[in-house]
């Protein structure tokens, strides 16, 4: 689901600047190739739908305690609340009393609205803003710009000014980044960012209106923006507080909880003073629950008992948190600032009790690290939901980045070591075998990661911390003309902060040939560097430029970093994966076919694309009979090890063909066949054999569902070799000397290839 950008305006606003807003917007989104396709921009005009005013009549029949947010007109008749543009510019001027007109009361009541959209809003109007400002932008809710000092001359200047606006909404500046300085609020110092604190002028280039650091901040933003869309939001830890200006957002909260609290029989009381949703449920043996929201989709919880000692909510309470979700049309619990276990275990538990299960962002591996700290009754019943193989509602929980699943000692296992004593082994199998090898030594060299730096977010960064003495830091480089948000992208486990000699090296080699590239950005286990190439070939000889110039000096990454296994090895030292971000949901590979990531696009009518190759390979028996989705993409602990590998290298298949006929050589190179060779060598069925007709014949399928379902993902496929420019390596100094670059992947002596 898209996150919507709404455009509205008071009436009087001349047609023109609705068009300069809505390309402004535009403009702005692609800058951030990776996330304009996550927003959906619509100009709404004067917004007034049937039975947003009603008469006098209509309006003696409201009750009391709600008539003082209808807002009269002079013609006698009534505005409804939260239903029209005109209501939320009158509401606001009423709120803002004889001070004149609070641009920011008129952002913060549009978001308000809890009408299931959350857009973004921007609200245009005729009139002035006092305190005097042309507009105001508000993080992650939207922002006011008077026309009223505008004419048709200065589109460039108008449109500048929204996307400075747009600058504050996307978190451009804020306080505590480095070069910063609060004037009229937070902005970059940086004299030819369109963040200054200086007028604005029309002289910013389109190309690169805003500074590293400005873009940097926005981008980090955006992904959480995007992430946190359509989940409920659950910590236990002290809200922030509301930006809301009514409370009319508190009443599904409010409504919920005084009935769970009739349920259980609890005391139910609520702040009404207060900007956040505060309310307290007390229990008969003195012990008190708290619930706290700042929005309807961020909430807080936390008990005491009846000594007011601290401690973790009930079960029922995390049970009731999923019934919320699911009653407010939020389709995931994501699991934010949490640092007591057992607490996390609640939650999680909550969600493998619904349903169907609940799904969950930031899922943690359930290994013995999550377990940590957690009562054995909570773990025994996670431990049994877990193990359960049958279930008619499959789930995926499965994060982006997460740990791989545990390898269990199930009988698939035991089969093939038992052949590979008697060397039975066929190649297919004898790869499946060393998979489920490396996927067990992964989790076992994590846990003894963790256990050496006491992180289990993030050891490997702790590591290059203690050997460095450095602290893990971010810095991006913004490539001037070579935006690929869809491309084969690389890492390095290198230590992340440009202060270290072999990263600092590295970026400057990257930033003479203008590659786009981040430094620890993300914190995800190992990937110190990221590189975002564009191009197969580009990303092939870019991987052999820095084995030969750094590979001496760049680690190996462990087996239990991110990137090991799941990613391709070009060589030694670099990683990489082909990903299409912005255009399917999917962004990690599956260990199985190492670098590519599967296309899932949830908007299929038939069904998600996983589900749509299951229906399939059961069809075509490439799957058991008796096989369920649980088993192949479902929760961890019912995951069986050889249908998961066979389903990965399937749909990771799919993907194959579906990339390698709409993006063509900017994703497999010049050699296509070789590379298909290579990256599904004892993962597919033998060539010419009954079973790879059925693996190509349900990627075909695959192929036109795609094409049908999503012909604007194809365009964009087909566009992207056309539209890309390859890295020009004739910037760089010869290397020196050559050293082994050990390249495992489509390597060559010559650095044409």
């Not at 830091?473 to 290198?494: C, F, P």
């Not at 590659?515 to 580009?538: A, L, R, S």
Request: charged share 25%.
């Amino acid at each position: 689901m898209a996150k919507k950008i709404v455009i509205e305006n008071q009436r009087g606003v001349a047609p023109e600047f609705n068009l300069w807003t809505m390309e402004a917007v535009e403009e702005m989104l692609e800058l951030f190739p990776e996330f304009k396709d996550k927003f959906a921009v619509e100009a709404r005009g004067n917004y007034r739908p049937q039975g947003s005013e009603i008469d006098r009549d209509a309006f003696e029949n409201i009750p009391d305690d709600e008539k003082d947010l209808y807002v009269r007109l002079p013609s006698g008749k009534y505005l409804v609340p939260y239903a029209s543009t005109d209501w939320y510019i009158e509401r606001a001027k009423q709120l803002s009393g004889n001070n004149g007109f609070d641009s920011e009361k008129l952002v913060k009541l549009r978001a308000d609205a809890n009408d299931g959209e959350n857009p973004l809003s921007i609200t245009l109007t005729v009139d002035a803003f006092a305190p005097a400002c042309t507009g105001y932008g508000v993080q992650n809710l939207g922002l006011g710009i008077s026309v009223k000092d505008f004419d048709e001359s200065q589109k460039d200047l108008f449109k500048n000014i929204v996307k400075h606006e747009l600058g504050h909404v996307f978190r451009a500046t804020y306080n505590g980044r480095d070069h910063i300085v609060e004037q009229n609020g937070q902005h970059c110092t940086n004299a030819d960012c369109l963040m200054d604190a200086a007028p604005i002028n029309i002289n910013h280039p389109l190309d690169k209106p805003f500074c590293d650091e400005c873009m940097e901040a926005m981008r980090e933003n955006l992904q959480q923006l995007l992430e946190n869309e359509n989940s409920l939001n659950i910590s236990n830890n002290s809200a922030e507080e509301s930006n809301h200006i009514d409370s009319a957002w508190k009443k599904p909260l409010r409504a919920f909880y005084t009935r769970a609290a009739a349920d259980k029989g609890l005391y139910y009381t609520e702040n009404i003073a207060a900007k956040n949703f505060q309310a307290q449920l007390k229990a008969g043996d003195g012990s008190v629950t708290n619930i706290e929201a700042p929005a309807i989709n961020n909430l807080s919880l936390s008990s005491v008992d009846k000594d007011g000692n601290s401690r973790v909510p009930n079960q029922e309470h995390f049970d009731d948190l999923v019934k919320f979700a699911r009653k407010n049309n939020m389709s995931a619990i994501r699991l934010a600032d949490i640092k007591t276990p057992e607490f996390r275990a609640r939650m999680v538990l909550a969600c493998l009790t619904a349903n169907p299960p609940m799904k969950i962002v930031n899922m943690p591996e359930l290994n013995e690290g999550f377990f940590r700290g957690v009562a054995a009754d909570t773990r025994q019943k996670i431990e049994t939901l877990s193990k359960a193989q049958n279930n008619n509602n499959p789930s995926s929980n499965a994060s982006a980045g997460s740990k791989p699943y545990v390898i269990s000692r199930n009988k698939a296992i035991v089969r093939l070591e038992q052949k590979e004593k008697l060397g039975r082994l066929t190649p297919r199998e004898e790869k499946m075998l060393n998979y489920a090898r490396q996927q067990k030594k992964s989790e076992e060299e994590y846990e003894a990661a963790v256990q050496r730096t006491g992180n289990d977010i993030d050891p490997r960064t702790a590591e290059h911390c203690a050997r460095t003495g450095l602290p893990a830091q971010n810095y991006y480089y913004s490539s001037k003309s070579r935006k690929n948000a869809a491309a084969w992208k690389l890492h390095l486990d290198v230590m992340p902060n440009r202060s270290d000699p072999t990263t600092k090296a590295v970026s400057e080699m990257l930033e003479k040939i203008d590659v786009e590239h981040k430094i620890y950005h993300g914190g995800e286990n190992g990937k110190g560097m990221t590189i975002y190439v564009g191009g197969y070939d580009d990303a092939k000889r870019l991987s052999r430029e820095i084995n030969l110039r750094f590979g001496k000096d760049i680690a190996e990454p462990p087996v239990y970093t991110d990137q090991a296994g799941s990613e391709t090895m070009f060589n030694r030292v670099v990683s990489g994966r082909f990903y299409l971000q912005g255009l399917f949901e999917v962004q990690y590979p599956h260990g199985t076919a190492a670098g590519i990531c599967p296309a899932s696009y949830g908007s299929l009518s038939d069904a998600k694309s996983e589900s749509f190759i299951f229906a399939l390979a059961m069809k075509e028996n490439i799957l058991p009979a008796g096989t369920t989705a649980d088993q192949c993409f479902g929760l961890s602990g019912r995951l069986d090890f050889e249908k998961k590998y066979i389903f990965d290298g399937l749909e990771a298949y799919c993907a194959h063909k579906l990339y390698a006929r709409h993006a063509g050589s900017y994703y497999n190179g010049k050699n296509p066949d070789l590379y298909e060779q290579k990256m599904f060598e004892g993962i597919i069925p033998e060539a010419g054999s009954a079973e790879k007709a059925r693996w190509d014949a349900i990627a075909d399928r695959f192929e036109r569902h795609i094409s049908q379902e999503y012909p604007r993902g194809i365009t964009a496929m087909q566009q992207l070799s056309a539209g890309y420019t390859p890295i020009d390596f004739s910037k760089l100094p010869p290397v020196a000397a050559r050293q082994n670059n050990n390249c495992l992947l489509y390597t060559s002596p010559s650095p044409r290839d």
